[in-house]
């Protein structure tokens, strides 16, 4: 990781697309307003504080007019950022039921756009970080408009990710497969400026993340992988340290940079029926890809996350994810599961 040396996302974005010569823009563009869209949403956060003074979300404001929830808000801000470009055919939010088309009066792109427009929102009241996750596909059906089948993928097919996490600072984190990017938004100018070039986890962490409230739903597996990492680690001499802040891209992007391991896994209560918890299409994958990209690993405790084929807009899948080694780990943990 290097210090920033004042270089833009734009300047950045570009200077990718420079190294392959056949691109047309379209993508660039399409980064752009994601990351116009993200300073947009960034501002609306950082005022989040003074809703009950000045009615910002959720009542009415100080012209009278109803003002929307956060997590609305930014649905709709990405929505309205992305719909007009030309760069897009279709989108799907983790807000939405159904997919997101762009509308008629504008050009219809050749990408497809999914996003969890404000992830860990319950958090906001109590000022924790948030995040915006996106996941960018080609279009894949030839009909004339794009359909859910655009949207249900597998992750390895993702020709791009990233995340916003407003915390401390806002930063942007992307990966266009070619390595991980984390750019930190200066206030004073308004702009996304590198900052973290390059991001590699650390093959083997110290921290772990789960909601260990649920741990009389977890599989046996899981049980025994949490108590063992409870146990003097054979490198450090000491137990991992839990980190748990229920703010996925915040804990995400934490674990991303000093190493260690996040755990969704399914709730077991009716064992017949196991229940995870996170997407597949606006969690899992987008985060999966960026794992990788930074040397780590995101399974299910089975099998390899990007390479599920999704069935459903809303599916969800057991998380886990972070640095190679421990993933490793817990993957042998849950295949001795009932043991
Ligand atoms: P959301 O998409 O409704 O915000 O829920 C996802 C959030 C993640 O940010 C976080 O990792 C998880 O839910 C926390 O869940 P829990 O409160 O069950 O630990
Ligand atoms: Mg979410």
Not at 111 to 128: E, K, Q
Not at 229 to 235: H, I
Not at 238 to 264: E, K, M, Q, T, W
Not at 287 to 301: D, K, P, R, W, Y
Request: aromatic share 10%; proline share 4%.
């Amino acid at each position: 990781m290097q210090k920033s040396k004042g270089i833009t996302i734009q300047r950045h974005i570009i200077e990718q697309e420079r190294l392959f010569p056949q691109a047309t823009g379209d993508f660039t563009g399409l980064l752009w307003d994601l990351s116009i869209a993200a300073k947009i949403i960034s501002r609306e956060v950082n005022k989040a504080g003074l809703a009950e003074i000045l009615g910002l979300t959720g009542g009415v404001n100080i012209h009278g007019e109803a003002v929307k929830k956060l997590d609305v808000y930014a649905n709709e801000r990405i929505c309205k950022s992305m719909e007009h470009g030309g760069h897009l055919c279709i989108m799907a939010s983790e807000e939405n039921e159904d997919v997101v088309p762009v509308p008629d009066e504008f050009p219809k792109g050749k990408y497809v756009l999914m996003f969890d427009p404000l992830d860990g929102s319950s958090n906001i009241d109590a000022n924790v970080s948030v995040g915006t996750i996106f996941s960018i596909y080609r279009r894949k059906t030839t009909g004339k408009e794009a359909t859910v089948d655009d949207c249900l993928r597998k992750g390895t097919e993702q020709v791009a990710a990233g995340y916003i996490v407003y915390g401390s600072s806002t930063m942007m984190v992307y990966t266009t497969g070619h390595g991980v990017y984390g750019f930190t938004l200066d206030p004073s100018i308004g702009e996304f400026l590198l900052s973290h070039e390059k991001i590699k986890i650390p093959p083997k962490g110290k921290i772990y993340s789960i909601n260990e409230g649920n741990t009389y739903v977890w599989d046996e597996g899981t049980r025994r992988y949490v108590s063992y990492l409870k146990e003097n680690d054979s490198l450090t001499g000491r137990p991992y340290s839990l980190r748990y802040i229920g703010s996925l891209v915040a804990d995400f992007h934490r674990n991303l940079l000093y190493g260690g391991i996040f755990l969704y896994p399914a709730d077991y209560k009716d064992p017949g029926k196991p229940k995870p918890k996170l997407r597949l299409l606006y969690e899992a994958n987008p985060l999966a890809f960026i794992v990788e990209q930074a040397g780590g690993m995101a399974s299910t405790g089975r099998e390899r996350i990007m390479d599920i084929q999704a069935t459903e807009l809303h599916q969800k899948v057991p998380l886990v994810i972070g640095s190679k080694e421990d993933v490793l780990t817990y993957e042998k943990f849950f295949s001795q599961k009932g043991k």
